[in-house]
């Protein structure tokens, strides 16, 4: 059971959003509104936050980009409308760990909050090697913690994610399509996801995120990370 924060303005959907998310065990609490989200989430930290774009008084991607830059342990489910590519990769970019598309079922929400709590807990499958390095990197599998240099890096729940199962695979090209599946267990979706998700993390990992040396793309392929 987790305490999850559901922040949209339109009262119906918020209220479908709470009441299916109860159901399933979790606790929860309703606003409709972006400042008194931030307030909320300064006064007590959810363990998620299910977050509209479209809020009045701050927006949603100003939500989350505080939520990101101040409480990184927490997660952030984005709901976007219209399923417009730019809204969900704006809502990835800022640092959201997932999105579901307006109009959508709620039982497929419940079952993406599910999936990143599980991240979160460290319920999924770790790899055999609890401790991975590559160069200055440092990921502690178990503790769900990662390095650069000894300083600790402010990752999503996907880039975590990513990290581990990329440092769990050196020198193995994967596609996009093999990513989705292989790391965060989605076998339908936008494959742009992992492409915003590489680069968020090559902006925290890389020395030169413009030229990477660590995860590289294999043209007409997909990604592998190579070991210094």
Known sequence: MAHVLVVDDDDTVASVVVNYLERAGHTTRQLGDGREAIDAIEAKQPDLVVLDLMLPGVDGLEVCRRVRADYPEVAVVMLTALA???DRIAGLEVGADDYVTKPFSPRELVL??????RRIAGSASAPTRTVLTAGSITVDAAARRATRDGEELALTVRELDLL??????PGQAFT???LMREVWGWTFGDQSTVTVHVRRLREKVENDPTTPSLIQTVWGIGYRLELP
């Open 84 to 86: 417009e590519p730019d």
């Open 176 to 178: 996009r399509e093999q």
């Open 164 to 169: 581990t199962f990329l440092l769990s695979n």
């Open 112 to 117: 993406r909050v599910d999936s990143v709590l």
